[in-house]
């Protein structure tokens, strides 16, 4: 035993003593002694490791003894079931894309992650070729919104499509030459002075070269406009994957630091991940007890730090029934706290249950 373990007694909850209290009298009156056994403690030990075991109590699975990851086998750099696993992608043409590899399992999802990506950029591409020209950009825009595409959105880009296809189409017409420089010189210096222009244009011989000109450079400027519309879509898309990468990693190292066992928090991963998060979460107000629970736990819940105050939480969820068997249990070692702050278990023989309180 080292200076870590707690001595644990085994008795019947029926044999623990009555107390008796003079009302004279501020101390508690003991009807027969119980002696504490002789326990010899050795020297305290202290280890880092030790910190993060614990015992089980009451089969509780998030509290798990020891648990420790399994190690991958870097004798060689890296894992060689992951080694093989890429190996196998690759001569399957499974994975097509080229990054560096460790062997690593984080290294090996990331490949796949890049190579789903790729896949879906690919596939895009070859829809966005198979339409119309005039079309490509705005198809391309709307894939690559995807469900973040909103009528506003599509409203502005269709604004400018419609001033590309609204453009005439000049040829060797001169007069439809003229209402064109006409109509755009008004918008820029007034109807007067481009009438003058449009006249001096025409007297030199220069109105088809000229309208012909800035039709062009009109065309250019919209299709850029266009493109300007897809490029912002796609940087808005890379950061939101990569907002939603941080949180994944993120959360992945947050579930790692509970300690709980490894099923739990995969399940937990699932949940958060799935459909089933998000209709749970919107169901929930149809049902006035669950939701009650729910706005009693997130009463705890402090923006500022983002995160719950559980042992705030814990103290007005503690049973009463708890809270009497633990009362019994220090009354009969007539303190408050019997082990010194410890934890203090006491083992029903006939039902082999443990009950633990933590101080």
């Not at 992951?82 to 690593?104: A, P, Q």
């Not at 995969?266 to 979460?281: A, C, D, H």
């Amino acid at each position: 035993m080292t200076g870590n373990d707690l001595p644990v007694w085994d008795f019947d909850i029926g044999d623990i003593p009555t107390v008796e209290q003079d009302s004279n009298q501020d101390d508690i009156e003991v009807k027969h002694e119980v002696k504490e056994p002789d326990v010899k403690l050795e020297p305290e030990v202290k280890d880092d490791k030790e910190e993060d075991k614990f015992e089980i109590k009451q089969g509780n699975p998030y509290e798990v003894e020891a648990q420790q990851e399994p190690e991958e086998d870097t004798s060689k750099g890296g894992d060689e079931r992951y080694k093989s696993l890429y190996s196998f992608y690759k001569d399957e043409g499974l994975i097509t894309i080229e990054d560096e590899f460790d062997g690593s399992k984080e290294a090996f999802a990331e490949i796949l992650k890049k190579q789903r990506f790729a896949e879906q950029e690919a596939f895009q591409t070859q829809v966005v070729e198979a339409m119309p020209e005039y079309a490509q950009n705005l198809v391309e825009y709307i894939l690559t919104e995807g469900d973040t595409l909103t009528v506003s959105k599509l409203k502005e880009f269709l604004d400018i499509s419609e001033q590309a296809g609204s453009l005439p189409d000049i040829g060797t017409d001169e007069s439809k030459a003229k209402e064109y420089l006409i109509d755009k010189f008004s918008k820029l210096h007034g109807a007067d002075m481009a009438k003058k222009f449009v006249e001096a244009l025409e007297d030199d011989g220069d109105l088809l070269d000229k309208a012909t000109a800035e039709l062009e450079r009109d065309k250019e400027e919209l299709a850029k406009a266009e493109r300007a519309k897809v490029e912002q879509s796609k940087q808005a898309k890379l950061k939101q994957q990569q907002a939603q990468a941080d949180f994944a990693k993120s959360l992945e190292t947050e579930l790692k630091s509970t300690g709980w066992k490894p099923e739990v928090q995969q399940n937990v991963y699932n949940e958060i991940f799935s459909q089933n998060l998000r209709q749970k979460t919107s169901g929930i107000v149809q049902h006035p007890k669950a939701l009650i629970k729910l706005a009693n736990y997130l009463r705890y819940y402090d923006p500022a730090t983002g995160d719950i105050d559980e042992t705030a939480f814990a103290k007005t969820a503690y049973s009463g029934a708890a809270k009497d068997l633990k009362s019994n249990i220090e009354k009969h070692f007539n303190k408050s706290d019997a082990f010194g702050g410890g934890t203090v278990a006491t083992r029903k023989q006939d039902k082999n249950e443990t009950f633990v309180f933590a101080e």
